[in-house]
């Protein structure tokens, strides 16, 4: 609690501490300042201040000399004095400090083990996937990794509170080199002359550049690059000093200053197949996005943050962060941009000027594209969002849940993190953000399962400050919900004190405004769903007819029907009868024959080939029955390749390929088939794959 509101320290601000605080929140704790911010000893005691840390050494306005002189003086209270001990002691004999033993100062009660798996976990769901234009994850066959970069080899954390002194570490040149195994060479080169770090890039199969910043309390930057004045190495000098810098691990100094968009390019120029990691502790520009197919944000990764770089990279989880902040195109985009008073601002203080429009909220009002937008981040599979149904509650500190289906429609396991923003009517006297997020989860979701999430909302969810408090204004509020601040494909609308065209639920005018943040949301899994050779019909995507996915094995394939009819072939089977027709496709013995090992293993006993004869069922609206000639007026279609009697024809479908079987110009059957290269994507191999299923 050490920065300034209306030139006050927020220690000092009364309305803040005592009204909002202690009153309306009901707070009992202790109130504490931040280290060094206190320095008024009347102030302080008046305005609410319990207690300053490391009095006598950075602090010295809670000493008895000037405590004792406030009081003599009458400046402060024997009884605000008295109120300010009765909070420190409530609060310790609540929590049973006085009824137990002293704690032993002992590292030998830490579980270490479990606290770094646990670490690593949170690594792992917080590294951020900006970019993936395929080259990730890492795929099998890759025999030469070159890592490059400053902070491939460094542990980095930021300075003053978040100092840290790790136990061990593992760095992201350590993490890759022991994910990537024996078979696998790895090689590292700083960064420091970009001739060799392109010409290690280009003799490799694929380029891992590892750039970063430094950040501390109490120490800016100056910039939003990671190619800051070199003025800036004097925050790492500074901590360097408390072995936070890397200027303290290395020969030279990697930090701010350090021409690393430079490198990137210059590696990008070399090595088609580059992939950029940012440590960073906050967004950074990115002149170079377009130049790279793949970038991953893992912010300050602790400890163990190579290990979970190198799983994420080599694909053995979901990257699971999204981004908590916007990164800019550009600096022209900033809030700060030009303003001085805004940042770094003028004798110590800076202006807000840009109002409630903070963060996100600023590139909505002003219709700014950014680089990545808020709560942006990608995964290794793809999600599917349901429609948003809003109801109204009664529940404790609940008036209304929104929830929402998400749909794992690739072919792993990954994790999605749906977002609920709202909102709110506005008037010429109380702006509003265009949208604000109001809830979110991170939710790992099977492939081809659907998790529900419900986000409970309340009083506060819908209310909007104005000068006689919080108010739920009348009007239509509409609710969003998907993957990130500007991909929010679901939609709902409520409304307050008024009719709404659509609306959902109607909400109450006013409300308990004290409980300032509604329950967690929450998520279940839905049973996977049996598919109907009745009912099913119309859900055919690039990877999946209805719950049957291509790449799922043939024993979750045949679960999904109440029986399953075999025509003699082993690698085929029919679980719909006549015109009803839902078959699905393994790889045969002489198409595993073409392939190599690996991947044999891969696909063996896999689902490759969806195909149908339901009329209720569409691909590019193309139904069996279809004249093919007429499809082909519309629609690009590859082929013919001639099976027997039967003529198959290929198109694009998203990211897959879309399969017609047609006999006499007659469309007969439509599908879907894997897109990986190693089984298709040539003229032979594309036979070989279809007189399979012929």
């Not at 053995?316 to 550009?330: C, H, I, K, M, S």
């Amino acid at each position: 609690m050490g920065q300034r509101r209306s030139g006050r320290r927020s220690h000092r601000y009364p309305h803040t501490l005592l009204q909002v605080l202690r009153q309306e929140w009901g707070f009992k704790g202790i109130i504490l300042a931040d280290y060094g911010a206190s320095k008024d000893t009347v102030g302080n005691l008046n305005n609410g201040l319990d207690f300053v840390p490391d009095e006598g050494q950075v602090d010295q306005s809670y000493n008895p000399q000037l405590i004792q002189a406030a009081l003599l003086a009458g400046q402060v209270t024997r009884a605000t004095l008295d109120q300010h001990v009765r909070n420190i002691l409530r609060t310790l004999f609540a929590y049973g400090v006085f009824d137990r033993p002293g704690y032993a100062n002992s590292d030998a009660q830490i579980p270490v083990s479990a606290d770094e798996s646990t670490a690593e976990q949170i690594e792992e769901r917080a590294v951020t996937l900006l970019k993936n234009d395929g080259v990730l994850p890492l795929k099998p066959g890759i025999k030469k990794i070159a890592v490059i970069g400053p902070y491939a080899n460094l542990f980095v954390t930021g300075g003053g509170s978040g100092q840290v002194t790790p136990r061990a570490v593992v760095t992201a040149l350590q993490g890759i080199t022991a994910r990537a195994g024996n078979g696998v060479s790895v090689t590292y080169t700083d960064g420091q002359d970009q001739a060799a770090a392109a010409a290690a890039a280009k003799a490799a199969d694929v380029a891992v550049v590892v750039v970063g910043d430094v950040e501390s309390e109490g120490l800016d930057k100056s910039c939003i690059d990671l190619n800051c004045s070199p003025s800036d190495l004097q925050a790492d000098e500074g901590m360097a000093s408390s072995g936070t810098s890397p200027c303290s691990q290395t020969s030279y100094c990697p930090a701010n200053g350090t021409d690393e968009d430079g490198l990137i390019n210059t590696v990008a120029a070399a090595q088609p197949k580059t992939i950029v990691v940012l440590e960073t502790g906050a967004p950074v520009l990115t002149p170079w996005r377009d130049q790279v197919p793949a970038i991953i944000e893992a912010w300050y990764p602790g400890q163990g943050g190579g290990t979970a770089l190198a799983r994420v990279l080599f694909g053995d989880v979901d990257p699971g962060g999204r981004l908590p902040a916007t990164f800019p195109q550009d600096p022209s985009q900033l809030p700060t941009a030009g303003s001085q008073q805004q940042y770094p601002g003028v004798a110590e203080e800076e202006t807000y000027s840009e109002g409630i429009f903070v963060g996100y909220k600023w590139y909505d009002a002003h219709g700014l594209t950014p680089a990545f937008p808020f709560g942006y981040g990608l995964s290794y599979t793809t999600f599917q969002y349901g429609p948003l149904q809003v109801r109204a509650a009664s529940a404790n500190n609940q008036v209304a849940t929104a929830t929402i289906d998400v749909t794992n429609t690739g072919s792993r396991n990954g994790i999605a993190v749906p977002q609920l923003y709202l909102s709110k009517p506005a008037t010429s006297a109380l702006p509003q953000p265009v949208r604000q997020l109001v809830g979110y989860s991170s939710v790992t979701v099977p492939a081809g399962r659907t998790v529900r999430v419900t986000f409970p909302l309340n009083d506060r969810s819908f209310a909007t400050w104005a000068d006689t408090g919080w108010q739920v204004l009348a009007g239509c509020y509409q609710l969003r919900a998907g993957a990130s601040s500007r991909d929010l494909p679901s939609s709902a609308t409520t409304g307050s004190g008024t009719t709404c065209a659509g609306e959902s639920a109607q909400l109450p005018t006013g409300g308990n405004f004290d409980l300032p943040v509604p329950p967690t949301a929450t998520a279940v899994s839905l049973s996977a769903p049996r598919i109907s050779c009745a009912r099913a019909g119309g859900k055919l995507t690039a990877t999946s007819l209805e719950s049957l996915r291509l790449g799922m094995s043939r024993n979750a394939a045949r679960r999904l029907f109440a029986t399953v009819t075999l025509r003699g072939r082993r690698y085929m089977d029919f679980f719909c009868d006549g015109p009803q027709g839902i078959r699905a496709g393994y790889p045969s013995p002489r198409l595993l024959r073409t392939l190599r090992p690996v991947m044999r293993r891969r696909t063996q006993r896999r689902v490759i080939i969806i195909l149908t004869s339901k009329r209720e069922f569409s691909l590019r609206g193309i139904t069996s029955g279809a004249r093919v000639a007429a499809v082909r007026r519309r629609v690009p279609l590859t082929g013919p390749f001639v099976v027997g009697v039967n003529h198959w024809y290929l198109l694009k479908i998203g990211n897959g390929r879309g399969l017609l079987k047609v006999r006499h110009g007659i469309v007969q059957e439509i599908g879907i088939a894997s897109a990986s290269p190693s089984l298709t994507r040539t003229h032979h191999r594309d036979t070989v794959f279809l007189r399979s299923f012929s």
